[in-house]
Nanobody
């Protein structure tokens, strides 16, 4: 059974930083591309960043230059470092194993003064 557990969310002021982590179990992590999505209230879930097996990364335009996705195959974890946070980054953040419909419970990120 595949399990994804996200952590690291919280309340932060505009301009602040957070680092999200996703622990994955139940599959051979190093064989899968990984991604982070987010869903704000009343909006569709959107792709934030992805990282391939070889470490190649892509980002949504709205987070380019502020967010960094990474992976640790030895620990079966994917991370999302978020800097210069804006109120519009407020959402529930989810990690995803690309190509599979497995999702964690998400972690809430709220950017507010």
């Amino acid at each position: 059974q595949v399990q994804l557990v996200e952590s690291g969310g919280g309340l932060v002021q505009p301009g602040g930083s957070l680092k999200l982590s996703c622990s994955v179990s139940g599959l051979t992590f190093r064989l899968y591309n990984m991604a982070w999505y987010r869903q704000a209230p009343g909006k569709q879930r959107e792709l934030v960043a992805s990282i391939l097996l070889n470490g190649y990364t892509t980002y949504a335009t709205s987070v380019e230059g502020r967010f960094t996705i990474s992976r640790d195959n030895a620990k079966s974890t994917a991370s999302l470092e978020m800097n210069s946070l804006k109120p519009e980054d407020t959402a529930v953040y989810y990690c995803n194993v690309q190509g599979r419909d497995d999702w964690g419970q998400g972690t809430q990120v709220t950017v507010s003064s």
